[in-house]
């Protein structure tokens, strides 16, 4: 069994620490006997077989050369969700993964529609997202999601997408609705910017065991010793207002 | 002088010395709030009253030292300074430190003014204080939950840039591509950089650092990179590459968190310094400094003696005694800066660490940016770890990804605490490395204040 792994545009999607997502992922299945290939796809080449993709955060102008690139792996990308790859874009990843995102300067950056979602940037006198977060994951098992937001865009979900979770603290998706992130199947979005998957050790191993699934089918994923992360886990959570048991 | 203006100076200078007497902070920024309260020109009007104008020091790293090298430089040459010395760099700040600088009738007992300024705030002040000379540091991530943006802070420096009089300078690093090419088109500009290849390295560290040529979004290709993103890089596609330096270093030798030598050049002159400062980033530092002098007609004599004098200041390397074990505080703000204190630590034999990590709005509310830090460099190291902070835990889980070993780390949330504890597994006589964010320090400095060293900030 081994774990392929890759990441999108690593030197452009990295704005706040992405690659601890990567860190985190890589060795939670080493350290459970699965070896892991990590693939880094730059701008303008193919899109390489994997379990997971992951897409990080970039600046607008990181994001408008990341996007035409991403638009034109997308055929591919969408193959290799049909195969049963896990997608999971944070931040300005997850805007990309959805139908379009509506900039500031009325421009128009395409994403891949992965996401039945819809990113409109209010303008720069409306206030940017910003602050620490805590939500209720809707996914079996995962519990909490602890993070930092700091977004402009505000995104909005279609009838093909559920949200990734109900605000306890923060913004989430708009300010608005109190929906966090979004998800279809196996792939993934969500605010909680940067490295998420370090302090969110639940989510981390749900998305390792779906991208096993692909090609192993249900694996067990024996348990870490995951004290620090969830002391981690806490105090975030409680720098975001809530507080959890065990603290 | 309007009343309006009398009484904004008379109850910023009171609100100093209640604040003083009832020791509410240090009185290097409640003063500006009220003076400014009560004058929103103050600024303004007591800038224009700095006989040789004002100098502004802005970029992500290096202002304090850079501000306070400039400033000692111009004392060296005779002249009277006003400077915002305890780093109180937002509007207040300033306002306090000129309040403070004036007599009672608003005459300033100053011939120029030096001003370390933040970056964000620079463009919203450079209108007011029309400095004569800017010196952009550099520009790295830094508190995204405040900044937003590294690109919007270029945007609005580009603008300020344009707000300068006729004969104002900029000094700018040229070596970090981002503040040249902000800088590049200015009607007077000093570049500087570091020429001594040797004192780099190959490749970037990481691929956040990479940086797309601001003409054509194609990666530049680097000769030889000194930290992060700064280096000598060329765009393969337009060409665009860094200006070449007017102001630079030569034959750098940096010994570790100790200082470093290195031989400055500019026009026909050439000269040797030694400084106390620990670590390359330093180096830019006093370039940096040799840039605005140079611009300022500072003669060469005056620079060395103000590099020579200038000893680390507190949490920039400065070392005190506690309990029979030496305390270094190197101030750890963001990724890039973090980077280059564990490079200067990797030179040093080192047996103890005191990490603090908060996440107050002046450290930047979002910790995210430990992941950025190359603590991978250093995992062989065999220092014992204390860490601290509000956000101790998010380190200790870094630095366990890092591949540091867990057994020699050790979590306590009291800043104190954790100093002990740090102590304790410290050879004696030995040193120990304290690594704290911004109000971690503030917080260091006052807890070791308390304990009776070091000095109270405003006395600095
Ligand atoms: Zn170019």
Redesign the pocket.
Known sequence: MDLRLAALFPDLLNLYGDRGNVLVLQSRARRRGIPVEVLPVGLGHPLPDADLYLLGGGEDRQQALVAPALEALRPQLEAAVRSGAVVLGVCGGYQLLGHAYYAADGSVLRGVGLLDVVTRHPGHRAPRLVGNAAVACVLDGVGTLVGFENHGGRTWLGANARPLGRVLAGFGNNGRDRTEGAWAGTVFGTYLHGPLLPKNPAFADYLLRLALRRRFGDVHLSPLDDRWEHAAHVRAAERAGVRLRGA | MPPRVWAALTAGKLAAQLSRAFRIGGGTVVPGRVARWLAPDLLRRLARGLPHGAVVVTGTNGKTTTARLVASALRAAGLRVVHNRAGANLPAGLVSTLVLAADGGGQLRADVGVFEVDEATFPRVAGELKPRLVVLTNLFRDQLDRYAEVDRVAVGWRQALQTLGGDAVVCFNADDPQVADVARDAPRSVAFGIEDVEAGRETLEDAADVRY??????P?RYRVVFLSHVGHYT??????GRPRPAVRAEAVRVAGTSGFTAELAWDGERVAVLSELPGLYNVYNVLAAAAAAHALGIPPQALLRAVQATKPAFGRGERLWWRGVLLQILLVKNPAGFNEVLRALRAEPVRSLWIAIHDRTADGRDVSWLWDVDFETVRESKAWVTVTGLRAEDLAVRLKYAGWAEDRIAVHRDLLRALEHAVAHTPAGGTLYCLPTYTAMLELRALLARQGVAVAFWED
């Open positions: 040529c601001y003409r054509c979004g194609v530049y765009c393969p596609a337009c060409g665009t």
